[in-house]
């Protein structure tokens, strides 16, 4: 069973960029794409964009001109990295993989619990 | 910005059945299936439901879906008070490469 945990600072200072780190656990990130997420309090969910190691990534376009996505498989980590935060960024991020092995999709049966980081100065 | 449309709130009693509906187009919706997830108070999204009326193990019977055209449906029969959460469906789209996300609809048990 793959587990995921989210790792950042919680705490960003406007205007900074913010990078967030995805741990997987108990399987490889080869063959599977992997997605962020987040949540602003009380809001909906928001999908920020997918990595595929070796393969292609794609991010919502409301935020392409500030996120981008990495994969480290040395250490079995994939990474987001937001440029220019403000208090609209202020939300909780999660990690998640998609269900099938080279599909992009909409199935994502294992996520991170969340890491919350607050924009402020 | 979410790309499928669901009401915001729905409600019920124990025991009843509540419908939340799923708007979406061509490009999502209408060309691939639907996930549903449910998020409890404080916790990470779970799949509820994929390829449109598939439940994952453990996923009690009394969740079910269905798709049609641009629009999808959850339906939670047998309401229970552990039921009160987030729901969230989701598509492939096909014209954005990207999974879109409905906007979320609230269930409460009165």
């Known amino acids: 069973q793959v587990q995921l945990q989210e790792s950042g600072p919680g705490l960003v200072k406007p205007s900074e960029t913010m990078s967030l780190t995805c741990s997987v656990s108990?399987?490889?990130?080869?063959?599977?794409?992997w997605s962020w997420f987040r949540q602003s309090p009380g809001k909906g969910l928001e999908w920020i964009g997918y990595?595929?190691?070796?393969?292609?990534?794609n991010y919502n376009p409301s935020l392409v001109n500030r996120v981008s996505i990495s994969a480290d498989t040395s250490t079995n980590q994939f990474s987001l990295k937001m440029t220019s935060v403000s208090g609209a960024d202020t939300a909780t991020y999660f990690c998640?993989?998609?269900?099938?092995?080279?599909?992009?999709?909409?199935?994502?049966?294992?996520w991170g619990q969340g890491t919350l980081v607050t924009v402020s100065s | 910005q979410s790309v499928l449309t669901q009401p915001p709130s729905a409600s019920g009693t124990p025991g009843q059945r509540v419908t939340i509906s799923c708007a979406g187009s061509s490009s999502n919706i209408g060309s691939n299936y639907v996930s549903w997830y449910q998020q409890l108070p404080g916790t990470a999204p779970q799949l509820l439901i994929y390829g449109s009326d598939q439940r994952p193990s453990g996923v009690p019977d009394r969740f079910s879906g269905s798709q049609s055209g641009t629009s999808a449906s959850l339906a939670i029969s047998g309401l229970r008070p552990e039921d009160e959460a987030d729901y969230y469906c989701a598509a492939w789209d096909d014209r954005l490469s990207a999974p879109a996300l409905g906007t979320g609809t609230k269930v409460a048990v009165l």
């Open positions: 998640a993989r998609e269900a099938d092995m080279n599909r992009a999709g909409a199935r994502f049966t294992s």
């Open positions: 108990g399987g490889s990130i080869r063959n599977y794409y």
């Open positions: 990595i595929y190691v070796s393969g292609p990534t």
